[in-house]
């Protein structure tokens, strides 16, 4: 678990203060959260500087500022699909935004640029009084808003048609969720009551009140939750025995059967993980849902509902938790507090559990009504093809009924049935022809042998010649004397049969030296992880608005079951013999490594790719990045192949990074070697490996010298980071660099490791020390390698129009990790300048390349 304060996220007054920040909500591609404050306006941002802490500050500025509302903004909700934001306010107003895509980014008010642009789609008045929460349900078909009218207004999802007023309540609505199968709405109000919905009349079918009548009336919303199976509400501002509770109501007689303790004050909001769990096997190995819940204590707890227990709580405020929200994949928790700030938790694979699949979590909804939407045809051609699949299947069944009534016609082979045998086939196998040896013996006693030529038994007279045993057929490898890498064989006669060559009648023991190359590094021994019962990843495609896909692969005693998910419909499904050790996939292909050792690789469609391809070993360890798959086997070989091409790019032992550290070796003295592990290991899309130890040392494997290359380790602070999306990056978590020795290393790493990103930030900071030790040299060969040759072209073209990384001769590449190097060159010569002794050298190196600019310019305009 990662907390983080999200000090760039605010809403400010005109003198600059922060105001309260009612609502944030994440976007459902998890690429961006909305925010809503008292300064009536609504704030898009990145999610990006939250899962990398080293992104450019441009990142952590609003993506664009929303401004309508003439009140503060207290609640804004994404639609499923994303493609809508509604956001209610205390002017009494809701606004309907959609993303322009074809819009002019315009300056907001605070004039900055808005990098999206969003317009109001449409307004929808009606509420006489503050609008305090926003619900969609989960078909995007309708958007209930509540508010301190004590009214529910039911708009069209699509139209925002007014459809129905619900007015039963007698206090301020503070919180509305619908139910996942579709078939409720569930409000929460100021009268202390929790109100359920029928959506098929609109009429209410139950009213609950005994968890609120002793639970406080200050609180500022009472934002409630549906659970991702349908089967409980988490509700808010609960009071037992006068300690503030979160009730969990049952669907199943609307009960309140469990209450979550552990907060001081009432609480204020509570919001499920869309994900349901497997728990872990030190809490049983139960489903269970995962619930986050915030209070005016200003803390946030998070909870497994099935166990009643608290995973963790924590203080991140100075006031009041308003809002809560989970990205789509169950991974991060956003929170906003009235003190205006905003916090992020991000919680590592494994935390909850195993991820219950989407057919599973759909077969349990199904109990409560929930069907799975119709596949319809959408054109005549669907239907004509249906059609004609129909007749042949026909077609085929009257031709097995007539096969197994004896009318079929023509004939089969005949086939030998059990006990039968088969004749046999006369094989040639070619086997080298062994001929007697000359054997002599000198005058000091010693005996001679002549080698004599193997034939390669390609001649008619070598085929089928068996090979005769000869004197000496019995080996046995002894140790060397003198302590160097040979193997020493003996041979040791036995009596000669008729088929062995006439012995002398006394032979003496003969000992023949052969040469051998000793290995360098013990085999590596990993262990190969034991079979789980349910394996998933979650494949996020970018490709022309592809909805996420996830991927199940389900153990069973003899096999595992394959299937692939998207929202609520099953693409397709796999059967394999054996139980699997490794799931992976990126948009690019599936990978399943089974226990036999088996490797199995789909598309994302569910084609199969490859037939069974067979490894050395099951893989201990497995992972993909692009159109790249990374195996580490048993003995620790690592292959990278191009599923792509269909090709190997990268084999290679790990062997030699499993080795302990000379000091630890001399410290253990005779006593057992200490083991040295992978903690950390991905591929990059790149196809670059990139593999963590147990000694926190980071590798990347570099594709040019073909060599393991150390990236990071603990005496520096360097650590790896990988993404969902093998985007892996590298990471300085120390206070500051030390030495420039230390930042030359992590500019290096980053040109290993192929992260254009890092590089441009490393390659700033070295021209900030540079500039700082007045390091004159270093910077003057720095701008040389920067600024390359004057008379090559800053981007080459080739004719084709693609940009080449170096000119015809290849004696100078223009960029780097993609990036023109002169363009570099221009960003970091006002760094240089600031030392004023460098000034004569930054001088020259700016006209230089202004030279070239203004000569490649002129060269565009023909003139």
Known sequence: MIISKLDWVQHLTDKGKRTPIYSVHVHPDGSKFATGGQDAKIRLWSMAPIDDDQVDEEERQPLSTLVNHNGSVLCVRWNPDGKFLASGSDDRMIVIWEHDVAGVNRGNLDGAINLETWRPRKILPGHESDVIDLAWSPDNEFLASSGCDSKIFIWSGSTFERIRVLSQHEGFVKGVAWDPVGKFLASQSDDKSMKIWRTSDWECEQTIREPYEQGASTTYVRRLSWSPDGGNIVTTAGESGSIPTACLIERD???????????????????????????????????????????????????????????????????????????????????????????????????????????????????????????????????????????????????????????????????????????????????????????????????????????????????????????????????????????????????????????????????????????????????????????????????????????????QDHGCRISCTTGTTRLWQESLPKPALHLVGSIDFVAVACVDGGLHVFSINGWRMFPYLLLETPPAYMASGGCYLMCISANGNLTVWDISKAEEKISTSIAQLLRPEISELRSVGTGPIPAVSIVGYMVKPEGLPVLRTSLDETFAWHIGMKAWVKVGNRDQGIVLKATHDGAGTIRYQGEQMISMSEIETMLASALVMRSPKEYNMWLKRYARKLADEGAESKAKELCDFLLGPMNRPTIAVNDQGLTQTSDHMGSWPSVVLGIPKRDCLLHILPILAKNRSLQRLVSQYQSAVEEIFDGERLVMLGV
Not at 296 to 309: C, F, G, L, V
């Open 253 to 555: 007689g609307w009960k309140s059967q469990h209450t979550l303790v552990g907060h001081q004050d009432p609480v204020e909001c509570a919001v499920f993980n869309p994900i349901i769990y497997i728990s872990p096997p030190t809490h049983g190995e139960q489903r269970s849902a995962v619930c986050a819940v915030g209070s005016q204590d200003s803390q946030i707890s998070i909870w497994w509902t099935a166990i009643d227990k608290s995973l963790t709580q924590v203080k991140l405020f100075d006031h009041s938790v308003l809002d809560l929200s989970w990205s789509y994949d169950g991974k991060f928790l956003l929170a906003s507090s009235f003190d205006g700030n905003v916090a992020a938790i991000e919680f590592e694979g494994g935390e909850f559990g195993t991820p219950l699949s989407t057919a599973d979590l759909q077969n349990t909804m199904s109990a409560y009504g929930f069907k799975r939407p119709a596949v319809v045809a959408e054109s005549a051609m669907q239907l004509e093809l249906e059609e004609v699949n129909a007749v042949r299947e026909k077609e085929a069944a009257s031709t097995r009924i007539a096969g197994l009534m004896g009318g079929a016609s023509g004939s089969l082979e005949a086939r030998p049935g059990p006990g039968v045998a088969r004749p046999a086939a006369s094989i040639a196998v070619n086997v080298p022809r062994i001929t007697t040896q000359t054997e002599t013996i000198t005058t000091s006693g010693k005996k001679r042998i002549q080698p004599t030529f193997l034939s390669s038994g390609t001649g008619a007279g070598d085929i089928g010649t068996p090979m005769p045993r000869t004197v000496h057929d019995d080996i046995s490898m002894s140790d060397a004397s003198d302590g160097e890498n040979v193997s020493v064989l003996e041979g040791r006669k036995r009596k000669a049969s008729l088929h062995d060559d006439e012995p002398t009648a006394k032979q003496a023991r003969t000992t023949y030296v052969l040469p051998t190359i000793a290995p360098l590094h013990r085999p590596a021994n990993l262990l190969l992880p034991s079979v789980s019962d349910r394996l998933h990843v979650d494949i996020r495609s970018k490709r022309n608005g592809e909805d996420a896909r996830g991927v199940e692969c389900r153990n």
